[in-house]
T-cell receptor, first 115, second 110 residues
Framework: EAGVAQSPRYKIIEKRQSVAFWCNPI?????LYWYQQILGQGPKLLIQ????????DSQLPKDRFSAERLKGVDSTLKIQPAKLEDSAVYLC?????????????FGPGTRLTVT | DAKTTQPPSMDCAEGRAANLPCNHS???????VYWYRQIHSQGPQYIIH???NNETNEMASLIITEDRKSSTLILPHATLRDTAVYYC???????????FGPGTSLSVIP
């Protein structure tokens, strides 16, 4: 079974530029998550989709971050404009359903450096 | 905020059992205890979860105290590849939200 795919793996941009990350979840997984992981901390949930609808985006800085999941499969996360504090690893995860006992499968992440 | 507390770091000799503790004194009756781990430069990986009873799978064992206020993840024969950050998580009952704390950094020493 193929895992969660993410691209790019690394990205370096200057502050005030924009950037986009792509995620392809495991086939058949209805729920998709984007996390931000700052160095030395645990991942923090940014947004959660169930199929192509948003379930939770309470931690997403909506003035600069946006995410979409068209057709309930792939997803993109965009930052515009980027700030220095956005430097982090952005992790995508998916799970079979939206429910208590379904574990999440994580991709390798995209490491963003904002200079 | 995370509902769990874990020691920031631990060492374990290769081949010995690694016992990683977790406190979750405010856990409610329907909340499960989950463990994930994150090897350097990789995404977190699910290990095991449980509600009341002890659980075992091919990766680890989970021991939950009778009052459910704490648990221990046991890696029976730690190898160098088990060096990682281990996260203990209490899942909210109503939906799938996972809140990660800083975890325990386990170093397996040759």
């Amino acid at each position: 079974e193929a895992g969660v795919a993410q691209s790019p793996r690394y990205k370096i941009i200057e502050k005030r530029q924009s950037v986009a990350f792509w995620c392809n979840p495991i086939s058949g997984h209805a729920t998709l998550y984007w996390y931000q992981q700052i160095l030395g901390q645990g991942p923090k949930l940014l947004i959660q989709f169930q199929n192509n609808g948003v379930v939770d985006d309470s931690q997403l800085p909506k003035d600069r971050f946006s995410a979409e999941r068209l057709k309930g499969v792939d997803s993109t996360l965009k930052i515009q404009p980027a700030k220095l504090e956005d430097s982090a690893v952005y992790l995508c995860a998916s799970s079979l359903e939206w429910g208590l006992t379904y574990e999440q499968y994580f991709g390798p992440g995209t490491r963003l450096t904002v200079t | 905020d995370a509902k769990t507390t874990q020691p920031p770091s631990m060492d374990c000799a290769e081949g010995r059992a690694a016992n990683l503790p977790c406190n979750h004194s405010t856990i409610s009756g329907n909340e499960y205890v989950y463990w994930y781990r994150q090897i350097h430069s990789q995404g977190p990986q699910y290990i095991i979860h449980g509600l009341k009873n002890n659980e075992t799978n091919e990766m680890a064992s989970l021991i939950i105290t009778e009052d459910r206020k704490s648990s221990t993840l046991i890696l029976p024969h730690a190898t160098l590849r088990d060096t990682a950050v281990y996260y203990c998580i209490v899942r909210e009952t109503s939906y799938d939200k996972v809140i990660f704390g800083p975890g325990t950094s386990l170093s397996v020493i040759p």
